[in-house]
């Protein structure tokens, strides 16, 4: 009887586990709406224009990190490791390489176009101030020379948001959520989410299609009418 009891007790960290995972919840406050992604968007390429002006060199970093973020759903991690090589550009079409994703995995991330040549200026903007541009180059350059890092980015993220008059709320893991919840709304389609998102288990994905089931606002919206 107590070795059956401690058998189980070992296994019971791998069930709340599970049940944290299955009760995993996207709540609106969790991500930016469409308006304010573009306000969002708009407050930081007029920072970049500023700065190419007036030739510093970070706002114009910031603005990049912010577009692959909201433009890829990369985690953050996912983004600070991000190499020149990783980024694949072709025929007006481009593809983001993470290289070690969560649980180790890798995976090829499409990109829009308009985020390709996003890109693909910023690198050229890399190369004219002298910034590394070799293949295993850091995307993304702290003030060290290396790859920049997950708190560097949140201190960046928060600072972005105050300076546009967003809520500070919002932890820079919104990007993702803001992104999952675009490409779920523009094509409801639930696999090319968790492949773009690299899910390993659809049900994950599915707390994007669960917030924005508009059969259920339907029908709550008949309620007592």
Partial sequence: MGSST????????????????????VTPDKFLSAPQVQALRAHVDGARHRALVEGRLQPVRDAAIVEVLLGTGLRVSEACGLRIGDVF???GRGDVLVRRGKGGKGRLVAISPSLAQYI???????????????ADAPLFVSSRGGHLTRSAVHRIWKLILKSSGLPTRWGVHSTRHSFAVEVYRKTLDLR???RLLGH???ATTTVYANLLDEDVRRGVAMIWG
């Fill in 89 to 91: 550009l072709a025929d």
């Fill in 120 to 134: 693909g200026e910023f690198i050229n903007w890399k190369a004219t101030v002298a910034e590394p541009v070799e």
């Fill in 200 to 202: 390993s288990n659809v």
């Fill in 6 to 25: 401690a058998r189980g007790s070992s296994r019971n960290p791998r069930v709340s586990h599970t049940l944290m995972r299955s009760n995993w919840l």
């Fill in 192 to 194: 090319l989410t968790q």
